[in-house]
């Protein structure tokens, strides 16, 4: 009989999508070699797990040389001869052993990259695809979700254009490859409209994929969003922008589009592109500390759209809950690497989905060809997959993994 207990484990230094360093985990059991990454952000927020970097000149101070000493040399003797399937147990053993509130110990990039080697290795013990091992453990009812492509860049992501970080849009069709196709199509008839308005170097892309063009105000953003879907005919266009507002705040005011805002005048500015433009969510519109500015816009616009938190939340179970007492939003960005482990993403998704918030799940700026993200998004039935543009092999990595999963989801459902 085969054994299905974990014989080794193996970290090793890769580059992610910008060219910094990342951590590959490979984790054998007796029946195969189960190999995971981890992503990065470039605005990361406060209340994030820490990832370890290793300091000094090589790679820019960023080598995760040490997150790998730590894996191979605490986290693997720890974990040899568990039982993957015991994914709770061995994430808390992780966190155990890590022993500080945010991973910073041993690092949540090396924690991370076991965390989900160990989930399939499980998945592989079961004999079943990822996605379905995951709606296992989390008792979940698996959902395909919508890809919210992005479109368009800006902020810390794009190149000196307009201050909001992501334009992402969801197109409304029978099935996710044509929800997929349809918005594909509009990606490129976009970048037609820039091409022959703005010049050829308007659609360079940005670090997920999005267009750069040199357009400074978001109204003019949403204008030629609005022209690609008019000239390609795609209807129920639902428009998210992610404005990463911590960004672009100092002292108590939001420095936006060349003026100074504070929480009311930008709950102003919102509501008018609300009334203006088919916006279905705003996310981070506020900074990670201004509750003030959440619970007031979600008090406003909570009924018509979602208000999401992401640096607000973390992925963060005790920030979730504190959301959640006082109505400061409404879904969620559920970003495995802002919690540590697969065991506490899966609890923050649960808790949210819970409480009828819309969950998206999303990547990083730096990102690997990692497709763990569309399984977690199929497994847990949040519903939506927000993996960048349909633009640069680690972004499309993920839609095409959903593109599989379709078709594996005939032969267990139909
Ligand atoms: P980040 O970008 O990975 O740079 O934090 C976040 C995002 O795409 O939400």
Redesign the pocket.
Known sequence: MIGHNIKSIKGREILDSRGYPTIEVALATESGIYIASV???????KYEAKELRDGGDRYLGLGVQKAIENINQIIAPALCGKNPQEQQEIDNLMIKLDGTPDKSKLGANAILGVSIAVLRAGAGAEGVPLWQWIAEIAKTKPLLPFPCLLYVEGG??GRGNVDA??FMVTLEDDSFHEQLRLGTETYHALREILNKKLGKASTNVG??GGFTPPVQETEDVLDLIMEATKKNGAKNLKIII?M?AGTFFKNDRYYFEGESFDQKDLTIFYTKLCQKYPIAGI?DPFAEDDWVGFKGITQNLGQKINIIG?DLLATNIQRIQEAQKNGACNAL?L?PNQAGTVSETVKAAKLALEHNWDVFV?????ETCDTFLADLAVGLGTGFL?A?APNRGERVAKYNRVLMIEQEWQNYYC
């Open positions: 992503p990065s952000g470039t605005s990361t927020g810390v992501h970080q992501e670090l997920e992610d990463a996310e992401d960005i970003k999303k990547h990083r700026s730096g927000m960048g």
